[in-house]
Each structure stands twice: as C-alpha cells, then as structure tokens.
Nanobody, 124 residues
Framework: QVQLRESGGGSAQAGGSLRLSCEVS????????LGWFRQAPGKEREGVAT???????MYANSVKDRFFVSGDSAKNTLYLQMNILKPEDTAMYFC??????????????????WGQGTQVTVSS
C-alpha cells in the first residue's frame, strides 16, 4: 500500500519561494503517476502539477512558469518548487499517487493514495 507524506509548507511573502516535498513509501516510486493538488478554504480541490512514470509533466495554467515539479526515484520523493508566490497560492497542498499513467493529468480526480496535506500561506 503506497503511503504519502508532505512537508515543507509554511509562510512566505508575495514574490518569495517555497519547496514542498512528498515522501512516497510502501511501493515502487517509478510505477506511479504522481501529482500535487491544492485546496483553499471554501474552494474545490485544484490540480497543480503531475509527473508520470516516464517523466512527462503537466502544469495548471495558474502556476505555469512559476512552479516546477520533479521526482527523485532514488529518494522516493516528489518535489514542488514554488517561485514568485502570490497570495492566491495560499492553500493546503496535497500530493497524490495512482499506479500507471492512465489519465495522469492535473485534471484527474481519482487517485489511490493522498497525503495529509501541508499548509502554504502567502502574504502580500
């Protein structure tokens, strides 16, 4: 059973940067579609970025050219580098995993595993 644990959230000023990590355990890291999602209070969960088993990456338009996702199979860790942060980036950030590449996309809603979330707060 794959398990996910996010870390690295916190507070930042607008224009600043944060780096989130998602530790993956319990299964083979390279066999999964992995993604970052976020949810602000009163809002629906939003896809941020995904990376599939062969390294194909997709970003939401709202974060493109500011956020960068990467996966390190040697460390079994997924990263989200967030740059030029904006107040509207404030949300709880979750990582998610699904076996294989079937529909690996920021628009995918079903994943077999989710982390507990890490809070990101950006002030102006």
């Amino acid at each position: 059973q794959v398990q996910l644990r996010e870390s690295g959230g916190g507070s930042a000023q607008a224009g600043g940067s944060l780096r989130l990590s998602c530790e993956v355990s319990g299964d083979t890291f390279s066999d999964f579609c992995l993604g970052w999602f976020r949810q602000a209070p009163g809002k629906e969960r939003e896809g941020v970025a995904t990376i599939d088993t062969v390294g194909t990456i997709m970003y939401a338009n709202s974060v493109k050219d500011r956020f960068f996702v990467s996966g390190d199979s040697a460390k079994n860790t997924l990263y989200l580098q967030m740059n030029i942060l904006k107040p509207e980036d404030t949300a709880m950030y979750f990582c998610a995993a699904e076996r294989g590449n079937w529909g690996c996309s920021v628009n995918r809603k079903t994943f077999r595993a989710w982390g507990q979330g890490t809070q990101v707060t950006v002030s102006s």
